[in-house]
DNA sequence: GATATTAGATACACGACTGTAGCTCAAGAC
DNA sequence: GTCTTGAGCTACAGTCGTGTATCTAATATC
């Protein structure tokens, strides 16, 4: 008679796991501003009860899945290749991006509620790999060897690709390809520190 | 006896102006994920049959919001003065974006569901001047007029402004001085035309 | 092995939003 | 002035999410 056949009971990071994960999951689908706890514990498969010794409400849930996330992977500059570290980085960037965390914070940072609610302290630690880091430690790198004027990686110039990165996941939603990441550095970046063609 | 004091009855173009407003102003409190015909019906102050009686739900109501919204200015090349028009261009941009109808594209732009629904057609009668118009438009009356070199007017070049100034309204939600948009301008747009200081 | 935790399974009252129905009456058309 | 349209008002049943309470049994700790 044993219908559902003894699954073990989670417990602790086990059960958060799962719990973050399904929240990820259903912001991706439903967007932020449906979330509900209903809906979490469903996907999570454990009764809302337990959501509520936790967390307050599906923000709530989701900011602390944000906060546990793991840190995004960070360029590392190789050999002595300026132009193939940046596209490397925005590689990483936009991977990270359409992964469900990446996603994520993009429905967070457009929702007036969410938005209201995040913390210095969660913005740092979710953006701190996002903002500019992941072609600014490529051009710092280079900067300070010299391949080009070091007042140049001025705050725009190193937002430059990854606002066209960014730019281009919210006008067609798919993955660059990588003639699209050569074309910025190309064209946009190397520009700007004055490495023309 | 007259509480409410024969309030004339609004009727056609007035009432529906009325719910766009109110739409509008909605999606830009509560966020796209949770529009509500109630609520949107209690702040245009009508009875939501006369919500249903146009539209089947509340993505409905916006969608046809932003179809009826007034084109957005256009960028008019003014003297010779490709630095100033592509200030301006983007000034247009980003108060555009922080208007109501722009806050509310950004919601639709990243909501799963209201994605979904966005046709084709709404998507070029309300991008046609976002995508890349505001600067591009310039860039095209100088490249025509031979100030740079026409091949250099790429896709990526044409979104650089739109992109960078993107970028800083997501990550700070405040207008951009003009300081913001000359930096954009001198540091990103011109050094990618061979325009460089 | 005994004990303390805490996930898992209900159940429930409450509120919000939904979609529809019925009616009254103001505004526009003729 | 009469007629037609459609806004304004009210009511209602149905659904979904909320937040809490209660009981159980599995897991960890000692």
Do not use: C
């Not at 259903?26 to 501003?33: L, T, Y």
């Not at 590392?76 to 990446?102: E, F, H, N, Q, V």
């Not at 630690?125 to 996002?130: D, E, G």
Request: proline share 7%; hydrophobic share 45%; no cysteine.
């Amino acid at each position: 008679m044993g219908e559902h056949p003894a699954r073990t009971r989670r417990r602790g990071e086990e059960l958060i796991k799962a719990i973050h994960d399904a929240v990820l999951q259903e912001v991706v689908e439903a967007g932020a501003g449906r979330l509900t706890m209903d809906a979490i514990a469903r996907r999570a498969a454990t009764p809302r009860t337990t959501l509520y010794r936790r967390w307050s409400d599906p923000l709530d849930v989701l900011l602390d899945a944000l906060y546990h996330q793991h840190p995004v992977e960070e360029p590392t500059p190789g050999a002595d290749d300026l132009r193939g570290d940046l596209i490397r980085a925005l590689r990483l960037m936009a991977d990270w991006a359409l992964s469900p965390a990446g996603r994520a914070v993009a429905a967070i940072l457009t929702d007036p509620k969410s938005a209201a609610l995040m913390s210095e302290a969660l913005f740092e630690r979710v953006f701190a790999n996002r903002g500019g880091t992941f072609t600014r430690t490529v051009l710092q790198h280079y900067a300070d060897r010299g391949r080009f004027p070091a007042e140049l990686l001025t705050p725009v110039v190193a937002d430059i690709g990854e606002a066209l990165v960014t730019k281009r996941l919210l006008d067609t939603g798919t993955p660059p390809s990588d003639e699209d990441l050569s074309a910025i550095v190309d064209q946009a970046i190397l520009p700007a520190l004055g490495l023309g063609p």
